[in-house]
């Protein structure tokens, strides 16, 4: 349902907008429907340039973002609410995603005007109940209450709530759960899966790989706005083929296996992304940059 | 034993009372121990690295002794702790990233710090680069403004700073929270490192990440609701807990190799207790799924077996 094809994204950074940062390059894969999908890498890897893009909260740089087989990058008007209709994303920080003078329910009287003015009371106030139950909540104990009265785990869920309401296809979930506790982290992960099982299209941005792993069908693995490797979840995370995905996977702290019984090394210490494509070697590597399929349903980029 | 706790309870000061953030805490740090105390937002562990290092209002002082190395910490005291900090104990703070001083070049800070200390600056550059390598940072990273490190650089810079005069003690807090999995590992492991090379003594690392400490610790004490739950070895903590609390928080963590479609984790129902009016007996109870009539008395946190402490009456009962 959503594809994208050939993104790339340049900021222009620096005094003066003089240098140029390239956050997103050449990336190309889809969400089919009622699938997830992890966007896994690191700071600046250019996982929520992507988001952004697909929401239409940035600009496309090149390249198209279609859904349903149209462009996004030309919506305008009625074309773009029908859009936000079907796609809605949620972010990292429930707290900041509120306005703490009003409150939190008031985004569903926003929601209301924009695009049901025609319920009537009653059925709107039993949709919005239906659409809090559906994510775990008690509407008795959520609604009326101002933002600093829920915790972060129910903000978050709340947020999920709204893009529910207006029945979506598609839903970006940029490190929803990174700022929740280990307890409450894993009912919002819950609340995804079972939507998902709903028939919700999920794209599912995390740099945490257990995450990505118990909720995604398939993976994308982004380094410095490029796409390494991607393919079914299980053989990406089974069978990792390219050097940074194996170096993402031997640093992921596990309660199984300690850092010093994996065999791939010590860890580096990765370089920001301001500093990509600066060597010579990157550059070139960079020039030949192809993904290719190493087995069904697996990609991995190889340069040369 | 290089620290030991005793009973410490200190609490904010807030105008509707005070919020009992710390409750009676009780525990020993052996030499070379790195201790990983973990636990959700809200349970106190930051309120006792405070504690421990700069307790000033709205934290109070209520009751408890601190000992390190065989003296008594004046904790309750600001000025007379002056002379333990950095010296004999040290902190990484939770905003580290936010610790350094914007207008003023990293050399510039580190000189001012060691002369408030009455450390002449020049006796310790020596050591000073030697650190710098141990975490693999420049030398030139002395002329430059804090604005020009990236996140995992200040980290790292931090940690330099915080224990250039060989601290017996290190707190930790939360400081691998907010980077990447590389540079998370790689901050873990320069910590141990710390330890193996006897920079510093002994260890407390503060995180609500029960993975990582499993990485790096010797033993792991769990806090729930401003009280100790469990502290025992990490393997003890991991593969055999005793406290409920304990057992459903490793048993939500998800791990690569669990998928929602094959087994699906639960989290914990229901949610903390606030601190301002605790309930009455154990703070656990009202989300436990073993709690019975004797929950309603505060369980003492005991030691089950050979270095292994438990707060829970199930398993204080069975082995009394």
Redesign the interface.
Known sequence: MLSLDGVSKVYNVGTFGGKQLRAVRDVSFDVRDGEAVSLIGESGSGKTTIGKMILRLLSVGSGTISIDGVSIATLRGSGLKEYYRKVQGVFQDPFSSFNPIFKADRMFEVLRQEFYPEASEKEWEEKVHESLRCVGLNPEHVLHKFPHQLSGGQLQRFLIARACLLEIDLLVADEIISMLDASTRIDVLNVLADLKSGGLSLLFITHDLSLAYYISERAVILQRGRVVEMGLTERVFRNPLHPYTRMLMASVPRLDKRWEDTDYGAGEIGRPSELAGSTAEEALADERHTLTQAEPGHFVATSG | MSLTVENLRVYYQTLRGDVKALDGATFTLDDGEIMGLAG??GCGKTTLAHSLTRLSPPLRYVEGRVTLDGQELPIADMSRMNDFRMKKLSVIPQYAMNALNPTRKIGTIIRDLLRSRHVEADTSLQELYRRLDLV?LPYDILKRYPIEL???MKQRMVMVVSTLLNPSLLIADEITSAL???????V??MLVEFRDRALVKSMIVIT?????L??LADSILIMYAGQLSEKASTQTI?RAPRHPYTK???S?????????AEH?????PG?TPLLLDPPAGCRFRDRCPVAFSKCSEVPPFVEVTDGHWVACWKESETHA
């Open positions: 959700e937002s693999r990236s996140g995992g990447d999995v590389a540079t998370q590992k790689a873990a492991e609500h990440d029960v993975s990582i499993y990485q991991i459903l928080l490793i939500s963590l998800p791990t690569i190799g669990v998928r929602h699906k984790l639960s989290g914990i949610t």
